[in-house]
């Protein structure tokens, strides 16, 4: 990783200097050497501040939707997860790939439980890779915690997120961090009466995790950052996983955030689709 850490600062601090962007985003110490956080580089004698290594747990895509007219370019730091994620914004129109300069990074996996179930650790998209591509890891059942659900009674399943869903404070973090929330405002912000309550109770906060799944559920890239940063460790990719394996059964081998080409899943009307309800 110390390699990667080099070459990720020589070549952020080349970038700024030559003006080429704006400024990079990725990642810098905080409070120890085994805490990160996300870094916006805009001076080329700055550089120095970037780090790698298996601390840098925070994703750097979705501080793209911030500056979606950026002056010049901005350079990310992107592993799998985040390329994905990048791949989601071009193809949803959110931001324009020649605003944005990709500084690749293979990752083998930082502290976050989710990176046990990546099978992209390579970037799949980039102007250029810092470091040797890694071996990928497909030895996995993909849905192996959604399986583990589904054999509980429905009663079972019922008062498990019944539980979770009274645990959860509404602070939004899961919705803030993900990279396919991308509205300019969240309906759970507006105040239509028939939207979202503002009441505290698992009924609201039931309404609002459904709803979120919902929207993201075709689109998700599994990052699993919204899981990461619930402050009550809420199981939310176990929710959206239930949805992604829905989408395979349904359309055959479906992974969103592949390709900057593709349309979600449920974006796509074909007339050979699986039609249970005719």
Not at 256 to 266: F, H, K, N, T
Request: glycine letters at 8%; hydrophobic letters at 30%.
């Amino acid at each position: 990783m110390s390699d990667i850490q080099s070459a990720l600062r020589e070549r952020a601090r080349e970038l700024l200097e030559d003006g080429k962007v704006e400024y990079v985003i990725g990642w810098e110490s905080a409070r120890g050497e085994d805490k990160t956080r996300p870094a916006f580089i805009r001076k080329a004698e700055d550089a120095g501040r970037l780090v790698w290594n298996r601390f840098c747990v925070n994703s750097t895509a979705k501080y793209l939707l911030h500056d979606r007219w950026p002056k010049g370019k901005i350079a990310v730091c992107a592993r799998g997860c985040d390329t994905r994620a990048i791949n989601r914004m071009l193809s949803d129109g959110q931001i324009k790939r020649e605003n944005v300069y990709i500084l690749g990074i293979p990752c083998e996996g930082v502290e976050n439980k989710i990176c046990q179930r990546c099978a992209h650790r390579n970037p799949l998209v980039y102007d250029e890779l810092l470091g040797e591509s890694v071996e990928e890891k497909t030895d996995f059942d993909r849905f192996a915690n959604v399986r583990e659900m589904q054999e509980m009674t429905l009663e079972q399943r019922r008062k498990m997120w019944e539980d979770e869903f009274t645990k959860c404070i509404r602070c939004y973090a899961c919705r803030n961090v993900c990279p396919a929330c991308s509205c300019r405002e969240c309906y759970a912000d507006q105040y239509r009466t028939g939207w979202q309550g503002k009441q505290f109770n698992s009924v609201e906060n039931r309404v609002y995790g459904l709803t979120r799944a919902y929207h993201v559920g075709d689109r998700c890239i599994e990052c699993g950052e919204c899981e990461r940063v619930c402050p009550m460790d809420l199981p939310i990719m176990l929710q959206t996983g239930k949805m992604l394996m829905q989408c395979n059964e349904l359309f055959g081998d479906y992974e969103c955030g592949l390709s900057a080409d593709e349309i979600p899943a449920l974006g796509t009307y074909n007339l050979n689709d699986a039609d249970s309800f005719g």
